[in-house]
Structure formats: C-alpha cells, structure tokens
C-alpha cells in the first residue's frame, strides 16, 4: 500500500482530466484531455488504446459524423468563444497529432460564432451570429456539396435544435423571457415561418433529448412542476405526457438515436445515479453502476453521448477524489468500463472527502453546503476557511473534483461549498429565488453561511471567499456589502458592476442575461444598487483577483474598474491578466501559475 503523502495545488492541478464527448458503433470513444497543456481530442480504441488526435492552439471539443470515420472539430482563438469548424478524417490514424493547418476547414469566420449544435449523415447542423453579431441562425451544411440551407433566421438566443433522423422538420429551444426558461419553436420544412410549441412567457425548462418517433420528441422539463421530469410532446397532437419522475428529486435523461432506449440521471443532491430506461416499456429499467458516488453531465461536464445505433453511451465521470474519467456503458446490459483513467496521478495523495450539511438560512430553507475538511490538521491555517461559490448562478456545486478546493483543504483550510439561492438541482422555487431584483437574497446567504462557521469548529473572522464568474460576483458582493466578515477575496472573472457588465458584455449574450439580472432599461437604479462596485469604497478585505484579457461573457474591465478604485484607497488588491485566456483558465501552464499564487494570498491572510 502506497503511503499517502501531504499535498499542494500543483499536484492538484497536474492530474490530467478527461472528458468523454462521443462514441461511434464500434465503441470507439472520443475524448477530450487536457494533458498537454488544454484539452485536445483522443480517439479510445475498444480496448482504451489511445490516439492523440490534436495539437491545437487552445482547446477544442469534437464530434463523430454517423458513419463516418470523421471527426467534426469545435475550436477557438485564446478563449474568445468564437468558435469554428473543422474536419478531421481518420480512415487512416494520424502516426501524430495535427495542428490547425492540418484540419480541412468547414465554416470559419474569426469575427463570429459558430456553434454545433448537432450532425446527421453526410450533414453538420450549426448555429452562428454572423447575420448581425447578436441573433443566431440555425444552417445546415452539405458536406458532399458545401451547400448550406438555413433552418431559421428569425432572431433570438437558440439554446438547442432537435431534428428527426430524416426529413426537413426541427424543433428549436430559444431562451424565453424567464431565467432558466425555453420557448419551443417548430420549423417545418426548413426555411418556413417558425410555430410556436410553448409561450415565450411560460416559466419552464425544455431540455432536448432527442425523437423517439416522427412526432415524439423527449425532453427533460419542469412545465408546471417544481422539478423536473422525463416528458413527451407530441408534434402532432401537441399533447404532453410524464414518463418519468422521482418525487422531490431533478432527473434528467439522454435519448438514444430513433429509439426508445434512455439513460436517465437521478440527482441526489449533487451525486449522480444512473439507470437505464426503455420507454415504450419492452423491458424494466437497469442500473448503471458508476464507480463511486460522484457526477455526470451538466451542469459541470459535457453531456453523455449515444453511439448511432444506441449499442454504446459514453459519459464523463468524476467525483472528489476522481479529477475525470471517460466510461463506456453497454447499452444493452447497463454494464460500465473506464476507458481512460485519470485517478494514478493522485494515487498517493491525501484527499478530502466531503460531507453534505443544511445551513440555516434567512429563506426558512437551509442551504445545501459541502463541507471538505483539512487534510493537513496541524497546518498554521487550522481554524481557517474558504467559502467556494460556483458560477451560474444557474449551476449547481456537485461531488465532482476541484483542484482548487483539494488545494486549499491540503493547506488546512475547512472548505465550504455551498449551493446558495440561485442554484440548480433543488427545483423551481430554489433556483429562482435569486431572480431580478430579488438579487441580494443569495447575498444575504453568505452572512448565513459565515454565522454558522463555529458548527464546523471554524473562527469566523478568519474565513474567506473564492469564486469564478458569478461565483466572483458573489465574492465581490461579499467583501462590499458586508466587510466586517470576511479576512480576503479571490475573484476569478467576476462581475464588479451589474451596468457595466451588461452594457459591455458580448451582445449576444446581454438579451440572455438581462432575464438573470434585470434589464438596464426598467432595473437600473436596482442593478447599480446591487453592484460591488456601488460599494467599493466599504471594501477593506484584501483581494487578488484573475481575468483574461480576451473574455467575452465577463469583460476585463470588470476588474479593471475595480482594481483602480481599490488602489486609490490603498486597499491591498492584486490583478493577474492573462493575454492567451477568455472566460477562465483553461491552459495548465496559466493555472499553475495563478492558482498557487491566490493560494499563497490566502494563506498570509487567514494564518492564525
């Protein structure tokens, strides 16, 4: 037995990760791992023989084309999320992994998004901005004749695209007027007049899951529910029918291709179980048995993966003590194989495994919170703690693996995770509950959060807050609106003021997040109200703070604006800037850089 040994973010952040992305008819998995530095695609072989694919500038993503041997590539330029497209054969292996100039090129324009969004046989369906820079149309590409033919160009924020097997029929999902909402459109042939499905008004998640039929098509929703369920809608009759549910619980399901077969996720309060479902009823419903008790699929992890003929699904897996694994699952049978591994590398390390716990809150409903203790008890920072907000806010913190929350709990600190107001995975009422102008609720679970530090054997005025994206909102809010409890910040791409963010933001995306946030137009006294930067000068906490300088969603301004009002008060605050980085740090050798740094900061501040 190999004695487990101390450990630091670096060990961490060095374990590669994969992520599963498809799988073709022979059980061939395509995968993505970011050991070289950002997450390039690997071809598994049955037997989990790997084929290094790219070698890419940054990262990309990828998927089969039904009976094909080609690969159609999703990429980018330095995290500017203007994606492009490109093919790759592999009727012969490539002996090494190609760079960009050994992609044939299929729909590229720097200056505009492209986004697949789905592939049929001989077809690439995607969606682009290129009209106007704000709405997406919908195209499909004849890739025998590099014809292309627009599906939809009628405006709006195209979320999803389900289309049959064969035929000129799609289903769209728009974002609707409501947070985490999708009107339904119908488009029937190509090209015609969109009819709409649902209201653009009605409150209600429709997630695509694919056709089981001509007119039956699948989707994971919470029409008229707290939580959501596996339902049909028939085109035809346009009439609804429940299939599958679990009483106070999300499930969510994935579709095998023109069948009945569907591998269903039950979320147990961030830990994944997986069953398998056929639903015409030929057959009772399998168990897939994962690993250990951790996550699959979104909100963290690309979504599972059907082969074409529904004989294999490829999923992503990962936990806390398993950074990202690419499983196969027999379709058949339910029965799991690991095709790629990522647990050697931490082998020998000590891990903290996290414990689930209700905080009392302002709501009258507790707040789910993970609770990682130290794993180096006898630190200097013993009594410490790092509060971690996940970004969103419509996302949800799941026993997944974070190299940041191993890293600070290896320092000593107790690490706290919680899935405040505005989270995913808990129904409707908790993930609305943070809505436009109810914004400073989910704030106001942080003092919450920071009163009951004493039930997990903490100090209160040595605690502090981390968080990315709206997370890094929440750790800004923090330190503003409520400076007398919090020792430090690290804000990771956050959100400094509600205005500037949605003025400056791409315009594609400020429709999208004015239904989060309220709109400039009837909340702006609300949003400079509820803006950090409204409050800069209450700020005392020191704060280190990390942006790339191409990001899209969240520009670099934010921390700009920030950091300048800081430094006039002489308030200790730290900016890194990454030129090659967009939303995040998506290349190791930038991470390794920054994260040990922000660790590093925390640790003079919260020393007892």
């Known amino acids: 037995m190999v004695a487990l040994v101390p450990a630091d973010i670096r060990d961490f952040l060095a374990a590669p990760v994969w992520r599963a992305l498809d799988v073709d008819d022979a059980g061939r998995v395509l995968a993505g791992c970011d050991a070289p530095g950002t997450i390039q695609l690997v071809e598994l072989a049955l037997d989990g023989t790997p084929t290094w694919l790219t070698d890419l500038p940054g990262g990309c993503s990828g998927r089969y084309l039904p009976g094909e041997r080609r690969v159609v590539v999703e990429h980018d330029r330095d995290g500017d999320e203007r994606r492009q497209l490109s093919l790759l054969t592999l009727e012969e292996l490539p002996p090494a992994p190609v760079g960009l100039a050994g992609l044939e090129p299929l729909v590229r324009d720097p200056r505009s998004v492209h986004q697949l969004v789905g592939v049929r046989p001989g077809q690439v369906v995607y969606a682009t901005n290129r009209r106007n820079g704000v709405d997406f149309d919908v195209v499909i590409r004849d890739l025998r004749t590099g014809l292309e033919r627009e599906v939809y160009a009628s405006g709006g924020m195209v979320e999803e695209v389900a289309l049959p097997p064969t035929g000129e029929m799609a289903v769209l999902s728009l974002a609707a007027r409501s947070p985490m909402s999708q009107q339904l459109l119908q488009v029937d042939p190509f090209g015609s007049p969109a009819r709409g499905l649902t209201e653009a008004s009605l409150p209600a998640q429709h997630l695509f899951q694919g056709f089981a039929g001509p007119t039956r098509l699948i989707l994971t929703t919470d029409r008229d529910r707290e939580h959501t369920v596996i339902a049909e809608l028939d085109l035809a009759s346009r009439r609804w029918r429940e299939l599958i549910s679990r009483p106070g619980l999300d499930v969510s399901g994935h579709l095998a291709p023109a069948s009945s077969r569907l591998l269903l996720r039950v979320n ?51 936990s806390p003590r398993v950074p990202g694994d690419a499983l196969r699952v027999d379709g058949l049978t339910g029965a799991v194989t ?247 740090l998506a290349r190791r050798r930038n991470r390794l850089d920054a994260l040990p740094r922000a660790l590093e900061f925390l640790a003079r501040h919260l020393s007892g």
């Not at 069953?275 to 057959?283: I, N, P």
């Not at 909340?523 to 906490?541: G, K, M, Q, Y």
Request: negative net charge; contains cysteine.
């Open 268 to 318: 147990q309060g961030g830990r994944a179980e997986l069953e398998l479902h056929d639903l015409d009823g030929g057959r009772a419903p399998l168990p897939v048995t994962l690993p250990g008790a951790g996550w699959v699929g979104e909100p963290t992890l690309p979504s599972p993966a059907w082969a074409p003929s529904g004989r294999w699904a490829a999923i992503s897996f990962s």
């Open 338 to 584: 690991t095709v790629a591994s990522s647990q050697g590398a931490l082998s020998a390390l000590r891990l903290s495994e996290p414990t689930m716990h209700e905080v009392p809150s302002p709501a009258g409903r507790p707040i789910p919170c993970w609770v990682y203790a130290p794993t180096s008890p006898r630190s200097k920072l013993t009594g410490s703690a790092v509060v971690v907000l996940h970004g969103g806010p419509e996302s949800q913190a799941v026993a997944s693996f974070n190299p940041v929350v191993q890293g600070l709990a290896a320092a000593g600190h107790t690490v706290l995770v919680p899935n405040v107001r505005g989270s995913t995975g808990y129904g409707r009422g908790w993930y609305s509950a943070d809505d436009g102008r109810r914004r400073m609720e989910a704030v106001a679970d942080l003092e919450a959060i920071h009163g009951w530090l004493p039930q997990v054997g903490v100090d209160p005025a040595r605690a502090a807050l981390w968080g990315g994206s709206y997370g890094g909102y929440m750790v800004l809010a923090g330190l503003a609106f409520q400076p007398q409890l919090w020792a430090a910040g690290v804000d990771i791409v956050g959100i400094s003021s509600l205005v500037s963010f949605l003025r400056n933001t791409s315009g594609y995306r400020r429709a999208a997040r004015e239904r989060e946030y309220g709109s400039l137009e009837a909340d702006l006294e609300f949003l400079e109200r509820a803006s950090p930067l409204s409050r800069a000068d209450s700020i005392r906490a020191p704060l280190f703070m990390i942006h790339g300088a191409n990001d899209p969603r969240v520009p670099l301004s934010e921390a700009e604006q920030l950091a300048g009002r800081l430094a006039e008060r002489q308030v200790e605050c730290h900016l890194l800037v990454y030129e090659d980085e967009g939303h995040g």
